[in-house]
């Protein structure tokens, strides 16, 4: 009776903090079977086809709420859960092959036709290796904070915390992990204390899934690994790289020596660590305003 009541206040909470967490933005939510797995699916506005790829956060595409809102006045929007994080049923297995059917099965399910993407993270690096085999299917590419474009090794203190995140998920190893991800942690709560509680609330209850739990070990032990640079070569559509300016996840360094290499151009956001988009939505919004005005995507053939 004890557990049976425990599994109820934890999908209360969760509950509860996906809908603060949505408040307020124009989306609707649906699942979909992509390559066999049960995927959850925000979608909304309308415009030129725009993907959110979350990164290597429990939360899934949740995360990006606090941008949605405007992306939707221009665009049409769609924000996956990556099987086995947020609302999405696990995989069983996470490799580039079962990603590249997954993705691409997405675009076919909800009609997105040669859309631009922004990855983060761990699901930037995994894009980048999608991309180098599948251009044909993006308009363009926005590489955002990504480790596996160049030599990466993950920090020390940030592998330490995270195991212990992963082993006990309480508030205070969230505030340790947090800490690292953001450039001003304070200031980033109190843009809206009520949302980042919600959303601690979220990461928190989802990383006590033992399936989220082994999806994040996945992404952690395959998507840190450096992509071949012969491999990177092989992206064709149109690709910018955007960064916080002192993100301490994944070192600017990393977008400034894959800009060097093979050209992309870089977008830096100033006062920022591993999330802009939730540290400083206005900024990140005119960083990818900037790559909009200044690189156009590939456009779908016309019939």
């Not at 649906?30 to 290597?56: C, D, I, K, Y």
């Not at 990556?82 to 069983?92: H, R, Y």
């Not at 980042?196 to 082994?214: I, S, T």
Request: with cysteine; charged share 25%; hydrophobic share 40%.
């Amino acid at each position: 009776m004890k557990k049976q009541g425990r599994a109820k206040q934890q999908e209360q909470v969760r509950q509860r903090a996906r809908e603060r967490l949505l408040e307020g933005v124009p989306v609707t939510e649906r699942q979909v079977h992509l390559a066999g797995v049960t995927t959850t699916v925000l979608e909304g506005g309308q415009g030129s086809p725009l993907v959110l790829l979350h990164g290597g956060i429990e939360s899934g595409g949740v995360y990006w709420a606090p941008v949605i809102s405007r992306l939707a006045e221009s665009h049409r929007v769609v924000v996956p859960d990556l099987p086995g994080l947020g609302e999405s049923a696990p995989a069983p297995r996470l490799d580039a092959e079962f990603f590249a059917d997954w993705f691409a099965q997405l675009f076919q399910v909800t009609g997105m036709d040669k859309p631009t993407v922004i990855a983060h993270s761990l699901l930037g690096s995994m894009d980048s290796r999608f991309a180098a085999e599948h251009s044909d299917l993006l308009g363009r590419l926005v590489i955002y904070a990504a480790p596996a474009i160049g030599p990466y090794r993950v920090p020390l203190g940030l592998m330490v915390i995270a195991i212990r995140f992963s082993l006990r998920p309480t508030e205070r190893n969230s505030e340790r992990f947090n800490s690292w991800g953001f450039h001003d942690f304070d200031r980033a709560r109190r843009r809206d204390p009520e949302w980042y509680g919600a959303w601690d609330d979220y990461v928190r209850e989802r990383g006590a899934v033992p399936h989220v739990k082994r999806t994040m070990r996945r992404l952690i032990k395959t998507e840190t690994k450096q992509i071949p640079e012969v491999e990177l070569r092989n992206i064709s559509c149109p690709t910018a790289l955007l960064w916080g300016r002192h993100d301490r996840f994944v070192s600017l360094q990393v977008g400034e020596s894959a800009s060097d290499r093979f050209g992309w151009p870089l977008h830096v956001v100033e006062e920022t660590g591993h999330v802009p988009h939730i540290e400083r939505p206005g900024a990140f919004l005119r960083a990818f305003a900037e790559i909009e005005a200044t690189q156009q995507p590939r456009k779908a053939p016309q019939p």
